[in-house]
C-alpha cells in the first residue's frame, strides 16, 4: 500500500505541473498565433490524435493489466508479445496515415510534421512501468517532454506564420519515449530475445477489444473537433478546442487516482481478493474522485467569462459561455472513469467498458451534425455535455448487477448539495465583484466559492472531508 501511495504522490506532483504548464504557455501562444492559426492547429492534431489511439493499441489499459498480472519469469516474453503487436499496428498506421496526407489532406506540410508525434508512440512503453507500478519512470520522462516542449515554444513561436515550429515542436519532443528503453533488460530480469518477438492472438484479440471503443471515445473527444472545424470554422474551433483542452487537463488530474489503482484492483482481482475489499477501494476512488471533480467543476463555470479573457484574451470572450457549459465534463468523465478504469477493465468486463464509447461515438456524431451548423461552438459544447453525461449514465447502468450501488454512492448526495449550493452563492457573488483587475477578480470569486462549498460539507459532516481531516490532523499531531 505504501508503493501505491508514494505512486499517487508522484502522479499528483506531475499532474499538477501538467496543468500549471498550460498556465504559462497558452496565454503566449493564443496572443502570438492567434485565433485562426491556433483553430487550425487544433484541427491538424485531431486526426493524429485519433491515431496514437490506434497505435497504442489497448496497451495503456490492457497492457498494463497483463503486466501486472504477469509472473516474473513470464515478464520478458510477455511484454515483448505486447509490444511485438504495438509495433505492427503502428507501423501500418502510420505507412497508411502518410498515404492518405498525399493523396486526400489539405495542409499536406502540416500533416507530415506529425509522423514524429506518432512514432514516438510507437516507442512509448509506459504501460510496462505503469503495470509494474513504478510510476516514477513515467513521470520523468513526461515531465521532461513537457519542459522541453514548454521551453522551446517561447525560444521559437514568435508569430502567426511560426504554426509549423509549434507543430514540430510539439511532434518531434514525442520521440523522447526512446528513454523507456534504456536499461530496459533490468526491469525485465533479463535481456530480450529475438525470438521473444511473435504475434500473439490471443494478446491481439484482448488488446483490440479495449482499442476498439478506445477508437469510439475519440471520435467525442477528439474527431469532434475535426468536425467543429470543418462545418463551424477554424475560429469556433479555437474557442471550442481551448476550452475543452481546459477541461480535459483538469479530467486529466482528476482521473490519475484511477491511472495508479487500475493496476492494484487488477492484482486483487487476480488474487481472488474479497468483494468486500474491492467495493471498499471503488468507494472511497469515487467520494475521492466527486469531491475534487465537483470542486474543479464549480471553478470553472464560475469563473468562465473572465477567465478566457484574461487567460487567453480578449478575442477569446466569447468562449465564455462555451467554458461554462462545457465545465460539466469534469465531474461526468472523472466519476464514470473509476467505474471504467478501476472495475470493468480490471475485471475484464470488455463489453461493459466498451458499449458506452460505443452509444457516446454514435451521439456525438449525430448531435454534432445536428447543432453544428446553427450553433457553432456552443453546439459543440452541449454535444460534448450530453454525450458524456449518457456514457457516465450507461458506465453505472451496465454494472448494477456487479456492485452494491446503495452502498457506493452512500452521502454522495452531500458533495453534490454542497456543489449546487457553492455554484448557486457564486454565480450571485460574481456579478457584485468587480476590482477592475480580472486577476483579482478571479481569485476573490474562487475564494469565496471554495469556503462556500467547504463550509457546506462541513455542516453537512460529510464523511470524506471528515477523513481528510482526521488524517491530516493525525499526521501533523505527531
Not at 107 to 127: N, Q, R, T
Request: net charge positive; aromatic share 12%; hydrophobic share 55%.
Amino acid at each position: 500500500m505504501r508503493k501505491t501511495m508514494v505512486n499517487i504522490v508522484y502522479n499528483a506532483l506531475y499532474q499538477v505541473m501538467a496543468l500549471m504548464l498550460p498556465i504559462v504557455v497558452q496565454p503566449y501562444i493564443t496572443r502570438t498565433l492567434g485565433r485562426e492559426a491556433v483553430g487550425l492547429n487544433a484541427y491538424i492534431n485531431s486526426i493524429p490524435v485519433l491515431l496514437a489511439v490506434i497505435i497504442m493499441f489497448g496497451m495503456n489499459q490492457f497492457g498494463a493489466r497483463a503486466i501486472a498480472q504477469a509472473k516474473p519469469e513470464e515478464l520478458p516474453k510477455r511484454f515483448a508479445h505486447l509490444w511485438f503487436i504495438q509495433l505492427t499496428v503502428g507501423t501500418i498506421t502510420i505507412l497508411g496515415y502518410v498515404a492518405a496526407v498525399f493523396l486526400f489532406l489539405n495542409h499536406k506540410a502540416y500533416f507530415l510534421l506529425e509522423v514524429p508525434f506518432l512514432i514516438g508512440y510507437i516507442l512509448d512503453i509506459s504501460w510496462l512501468f505503469i503495470g509494474l507500478g513504478e510510476i516514477k519512470s513515467v513521470v520523468t520522462r513526461n515531465t521532461f517532454i513537457k519542459l522541453a516542449i514548454t521551453a522551446s515554444l517561447f525560444i521559437f513561436v514568435h508569430k502567426p506564420s511560426d504554426l509549423w515550429i509549434y507543430l514540430l515542436i510539439n511532434s518531434v519532443t514525442y520521440l523522447a519515449n526512446i528513454v523507456f528503453w534504456l536499461g530496459l533488460d533490468k526491469k525485465l530480469g533479463r535481456r530480450l530475445k529475438h525470438t521473444d518477438f511473435a504475434f500473439d492472438k490471443i494478446y491481439f484479440r484482448g488488446a483490440l477489444m479495449v482499442t476498439i471503443p478506445s477508437i469510439a471515445v475519440q471520435l467525442y473527444i477528439s474527431f469532434d473537433q475535426t468536425l467543429v472545424g470543418q462545418i463551424a470554422g477554424n475560429t469556433q474551433l479555437s474557442y471550442y478546442g481551448q476550452s475543452q483542452m481546459i477541461a480535459r487537463a483538469i479530467i486529466t488530474v482528476v482521473g490519475s487516482v484511477s491511472t495508479i489503482l487500475m493496476p492494484k484492483m487488477a492484482q486483487m482481482m487476480a488474487n481472488d481478493t474479497a468483494h468486500s475489499e474491492v467495493v471498499k477501494l471503488m468507494k472511497t476512488a469515487l467520494d475521492y474522485t466527486m469531491l475534487i471533480s465537483l470542486y474543479f467543476t464549480i471553478e470553472l463555470m464560475l469563473n468562465a467569462s473572465k477567465f478566457v479573457v484574461w487567460f487567453w484574451g480578449n478575442a477569446y470572450k466569447d468562449a465564455g459561455p462555451i467554458l461554462f457549459v462545457g465545465a460539466l465534463i469534469v465531474v461526468l468523465v472523472s466519476y464514470g472513469g473509476v467505474f471504467a478504469n478501476q472495475y470493468t477493465l480490471s475485471r475484464g468486463l470488455f463489453k461493459e467498458f466498451a458499449i458506452p464509447y460505443y452509444v457516446g461515438a454514435v451521439l456525438s456524431i449525430t448531435l454534432n451534425l445536428l447543432l453544428l451548423p446553427s450553433m457553432g461552438a456552443m453546439g459543440g459544447a452541449i454535444t460534448i455535455v450530453l454525450t458524456e453525461a449518457t456514457v457516465c449514465f450507461l458506465r453505472i447502468f451496465l454494472v448494477r448487477r456487479e456492485l452494491p450501488l446503495k452502498q457506493l454512492f452512500s452521502k454522495q448526495w452531500q458533495l453534490l448539495l454542497a456543489g449546487v449550493i457553492a455554484l448557486a452563492i457564486g454565480l450571485i457573488t460574481s456579478r457584485a465583484i468587480n476590482t477592475g483587475s480580472l486577476f483579482v477578480d478571479l481569485v476573490i470569486q474562487t475564494v469565496v466559492s471554495s469556503l462556500c462549498y467547504l463550509l457546506a460539507l462541513i455542516v453537512l459532516r460529510n464523511s470524506t472531508v471528515t477523513s481528510i481531516y482526521a488524517r491530516l490532523h493525525q499526521r501533523f499531531a505527531r
